[in-house]
């Protein structure tokens, strides 16, 4: 399958996607959901790359939300089915990557565009941002977990308020709300998304993937985290970074990990 609506580069073990559909404002189809599943699939087997950092092309948007075009006229078990598969195949399988991924929200992050910035595992924003959930604005509610989501992030209070009320933040009122961790110009977007990337880039792969699965399960009602994490801490004295990384911090050297 042809990759149209997203811009792929892959440089030195960061791969940086843009979702490219600015006359849309980057607004998530049908087939821009396939390429996104393609797409994380493949680097998630890609060895080469450690971090994945995620933006939306243009000045104005991240992502607009998911395409209102394409689901006027749907069933209610086309509903289903839509928020199924994307939940499936994107957002929750973005949330459960091996490697890190970086949100960096340059604009509009609505709807399902919250949604995919909130399933990845940093978030920072440009200072134009503005994020909501205007879903009920159109008669129907998020679908692509971003009730849970909101509410797991900023608390239920305020994730409800914004649901009922569709009120769009601003950058600034996501930072205060733990939403983003940063708040940069649009210039400074990519560098510092960059910049946490080399931070990451400098730990184990190993224990990264270790560490994403253990926080996730603080969100699964089906594992006990705790339990999780014991297993996870237990796994990675079996790895060769958990050797290499405890050797290096020994002999007074940088590590340098494998990811095995
Ligand atoms: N689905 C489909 N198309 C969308 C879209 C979406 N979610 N969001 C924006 N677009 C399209 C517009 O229809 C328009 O297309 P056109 O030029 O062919 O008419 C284009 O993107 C530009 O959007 P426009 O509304 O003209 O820009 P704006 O600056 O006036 O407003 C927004 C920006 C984001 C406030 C507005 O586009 C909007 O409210 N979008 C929908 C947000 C939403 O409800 N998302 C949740 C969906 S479940």
Known sequence: MDIANLQLKIQ?????????????LNALNKKVLEELHIVFSELRSNTSVR???LTG???????????ISEFVEFSQSQGKALSQ??????????EQMNKPVIAAINGFALGGGLELAMSCHVRIASDNARMGLPETSLGVIPGYGGTQRLAHIIGKGRATELILTCQMMTAVQALDYGLVTQV??????????????????????FALNQAI??????????QNGYEVEINAFGTCFG?????????????????NFTGN
């Open 12 to 24: 030195d073990q960061v791969a940086w996607i843009q979702i490219d559909r600015p006359t849309k």
């Open 184 to 205: 940069v110009t649009q210039e400074e977007l990519l560098p510092t998304a960059a910049s946490i990337a080399q931070k990451i880039l400098k730990n184990s792969p």
């Open 213 to 222: 699965h253990a926080v996730n399960a603080l969100y699964d009602e089906n």
């Open 239 to 255: 790895s060769e970074d958990f050797k290499e990384g405890t050797q290096a911090f020994l002999e007074k050297r940088k590590a």
């Open 85 to 94: 598969t994307g939940q499936d195949q994107v957002f929750t399988f973005i």
């Open 51 to 53: 971090v994945i950092v």
């Open 57 to 67: 092309s243009g000045e104005k948007s991240f992502v607009a939300g998911a395409d």
